[in-house]
């Protein structure tokens, strides 16, 4: 059964249960199928868009975007394309079957327990795999989804999570702010909040710890999944049994220790340590564009190589142990340093660049700067931030240290010698 | 009181204009933690997200009014 298909039988179940909440606006099921058939109506009649056609939208974080993209399976759309980051410092668009939503959303559905009458929070940007993914297990079942847009309101997020059966997604940087300025409020919310799950970056074991002494009725996963591989598997840490890794370390962990393998997952390790995954729910393939505006379709096959390395346990547990590419994690939003190289090369005085990731308390890492300058010039902080911002568009992207260097480390080959620079970093996704 | 804090946060966040009427708009979330925790660490306060308010964030001038307050409810 198609995933829209799944969405209607909800509808005509629960017609007049809350569907999306967003800002104080709410709609029940009955008000957002009917608002997503006139959607639907107004693509097809004013836009032109038909089955087969690639329609690119952009995202915004309200219900008219959840309106949209409901619409656009009404219309028969056979797959999403979400981008990610890519490892070039060129974004990657990444084609995801109807059938691998529906083995995504059955995933979560089992490993998390989504249902009837829950409300599901969501914080991050919806055009992100996280907070888009769990759209779909919610509407399959009948729950409430609340949309917060980011976490610059934490209040608006305590608001959110008070109603019982509530549960949200937060990426660990948004957990460690919550501990550290607002671990008491938290403690009010032991009862009404579910489940959290929380994935997209390494979490200390310290965190979890915390986590799970203030939430102690609250389910807790950590969870491996990215836009590529799908939802893969889950860490259950509010299980004492599972506590730290395995329940021996006390250190902060710097891999995510996750369990669990998902019913529609399969993983393996390749040869060089990476992780491969197989299953319903890895991406279709990745969608290139030629030189001459045509879009083709790059076939994932049967098994995806992940930039993930990782290993078994004696338990049989999935462990991360870091990345295979440069990209920087900043509090789990994915970052290529070439993308920062490239804006930064243009700004005036600046002789050579290189954007290495830099261990930060609060996101776990942040990109930073390192420069060369041509003779006579100086580097003023402020302003190489505020064109990187023009250039890079999005505030997390832009370093937020910066360095004057006599050299920028090549390698033989003339490249950059990033693994030169990542001894402080080193291990971390 | 209010030089030390406009070098602290310029320090921290380079992107944002610290003269601004309207800082509130220009912080994400980890704009405005970084502000907390960093004034909270300095000055020995306890701030929470009930203290992140639009008026409090207003400007720097709202911060040291705020820091101001935290100081005085502690003696």
């Keep these: 059964m198609k995933w829209i298909e799944c969405v209607s039988q909800v509808v005509e179940r629960f017609p007049d249960d809350l569907a999306v909440i967003c800002h104080g606006e709410t709609m029940t099921y009955a008000q957002l199928w009917k608002a997503a058939e006139k959607e639907a109506f107004r693509l097809r009649e004013e836009e032109h868009v038909q089955e087969g056609q690639y329609y690119f939208q952009t995202c915004t974080q309200d219900i008219a975007f959840v309106v949209r993209f409901l619409a656009l399976h009404l219309l028969g759309a056979q797959s999403d394309i979400l981008y990610t980051t890519g490892s070039t410092g060129k974004p990657k668009a990444v084609l995801l079957s109807d059938k691998g939503i529906v083995a995504n959303a059955e995933n979560l559905i089992e490993a998390h327990g989504y249902h009837y009458g829950l409300v599901f929070v969501v914080c991050g940007p919806l055009d992100h795999f996280g907070p888009w993914s769990k759209m779909l297990p919610v509407f399959m079942t009948g729950a409430t989804l609340h949309i917060l847009d980011g976490l610059k309101d934490m209040e608006e997020l305590f608001a959110a999570l008070r109603p019982a059966h509530s549960a949200t997604f937060l990426v660990p940087s948004a957990i460690r702010m919550l501990l550290q300025l607002n671990s008491e409020r938290l403690v009010s919310l032991a009862e009404s909040i579910e489940f959290i799950e929380t994935g997209a970056a390494p979490m200390a074991s310290s965190d979890m710890e915390r986590l799970r002494e203030i939430l102690p009725h609250t389910r807790l996963y950590n969870t491996y999944a990215s836009t590529e591989t799908g939802i893969v598997c889950t860490y259950p840490f509010h299980l004492p049994s599972t506590a730290g890794v395995g329940g021996e370390s006390p250190e902060p962990i710097q891999q995510g220790c996750v369990g669990t393998m998902m019913k529609h997952a399969k993983v393996s390790i390749g040869a060089e340590g990476n992780i491969c995954v197989s299953g319903p729910m890895l991406m279709a393939g990745y969608l290139n564009e030629d030189d001459e505006g045509k879009w083709e379709l790059e076939p994932v096959g049967e098994l995806f190589e992940s930039a993930d390395l990782g290993h078994f346990d004696c338990k049989g547990r999935l462990i991360l142990i870091g990345r295979s590419n440069d990209i920087i994690n900043v509090g789990g939003l994915k970052l290529s340093p070439i993308e920062v190289e490239d804006a930064a090369a243009g700004f005036p005085g600046i002789e050579d660049c290189i954007c290495i990731p830099e261990p930060h308390p609060m996101m776990g890492q942040v990109p930073k700067l390192l420069v060369t300058l041509h003779e006579g010039s100086t580097l003023n902080k402020r302003e190489i931030a505020r064109y990187l911002k023009e250039k890079l568009i999005e505030t997390w992207k832009v370093p937020m240290r910066y360095e004057v260097v006599e050299e920028i480390r090549k390698m033989p080959n003339g490249k950059k010698n990033r693994r030169s620079y990542l001894t402080s970093c080193e291990g971390q996704l | ?75």
């Design chain 2, 1 to 75: 009181m209010k030089e030390r804090i406009r070098i602290l946060l310029e320090d921290q966040l380079p992107l944002v204009d610290f003269d601004s009427d309207a800082l509130y708009q220009e912080l994400d979330s980890l704009g405005v933690t970084t502000i907390l925790m960093t004034l909270s660490d300095e000055y020995h306060i306890e701030l929470d997200s009930r203290d992140a308010t639009p008026k409090n964030l207003r400007s720097l001038d709202s911060l040291v009014a705020l820091v101001e307050r935290k100081l005085a409810d502690k003696e």
